[in-house]
């Protein structure tokens, strides 16, 4: 049975001891606001993910009518102490990448809207299911602070011209259009959403924990390369693969036609 994990604080509850590991996002009164605690408390719940032996899969949420609004403007506009918005920001990026070296893959289950450093989460996400009624903004232009750490993630997941008409309009893009734009993997019906992420969680979690992590690292570290920079990453990583136990376990599996044991 899934047993909780204590993070620092109740804005962020992890579970573990299953499979699907889950991070929620547990401020619905401030639409789940990434304050500088909760970024904290992330941090700290993403550290406790990647030790667990159990965990093959980590999925985000938030409670409440939304994923997340992104910063909380009501820490950051009783200051112009410039060491508060760099640790802020500097949090803020850390939690981005920091979701891209855990070994586990990690799926976004979005609902409600998510903007700003919200929208930002959703697309540092490895994947990311949305409810069809999801609306997605990079808004910060239209209140004088222009969206320029989320649109580091949104660029690569949408492309140049799409990421920029979102940031200089700060307009709303529904769910299809998240989808068509490749912010989205899939969109469901919002009663749907549940049982589609947790069927993608399952057959994540039906491979090799060690391949899969070690796919996730190699795809990260030649992602933007040139092509011969990303075979000079991805060479070696196959050979590491090929000389691993799950390798010729799931090969002597195929050739025998089983199912593996990993």
């Known amino acids: 049975m899934p047993y909780a994990v204590a993070v620092a604080g109740s804005l962020v509850r992890c579970t573990l001891g299953a499979p699907t590991a889950r991070l929620t996002l547990a401020r619905p009164e401030r639409r789940n606001a990434l304050s500088l605690a909760v970024m904290r408390e992330m941090l700290d719940a993403l550290d406790t993910v990647a030790a667990d032996p159990v965990a093959r899969v980590l999925v985000v949420s938030g409670d409440g009518p939304v994923f997340s609004a992104g910063h909380d403007l009501a820490e950051m506009c009783d200051t112009r102490d410039e060491r508060f918005y760099d640790d802020l920001f500097s949090t803020c ?3 981005m990448t920091r979701l891209h070296e855990i070994p586990q893959p990690v799926i976004a289950r979005v609902h409600g809207v998510a903007t700003a450093a ?8 490895d994947l ?3 409810a069809d009624d999801t609306r997605f903004a990079t ?3 239209n209140i004088g602070l222009f969206c320029s750490t989320p649109m580091v993630p949104v660029a690569r997941a949408v492309g140049r011209k799409r990421a920029l008409e979102m940031l200089f309009t700060g307009e709303m893009i529904d ?3 998240a989808l068509d734009w490749g912010l989205v993997n899939r969109i469901v019906p919002a009663d749907r959403l549940d049982d589609a992420v947790q069927e993608l969680a399952d ?4 491979a090799s924990p060690y391949v899969v992590a070690l796919g996730k690292r190699t795809f990260y570290a ?3 390369r040139t092509e011969a920079g990303a075979y000079d990453v991805a060479r070696p990583a196959m050979v590491e693969n090929a000389q691993a136990d799950d390798a010729h376990e799931g090969m002597r599996a195929f050739l ?3 199912p593996p044991r990993w």
């Not at 057959?203 to 039906?206: G, L, P």
């Open 139 to 141: 808004p910060g232009v």
């Open 175 to 177: 769910a299809p259009t």
């Open 128 to 130: 990311a299911i949305a």
């Open 118 to 125: 919200g929208c930002q989460l959703v697309a540092a996400c």
């Open 222 to 224: 030649q992602d933007g």
């Open 256 to 258: 025998e036609k089983r």
């Open 203 to 206: 057959r994540i979690a039906a």
């Open 93 to 95: 990026v850390r939690v």
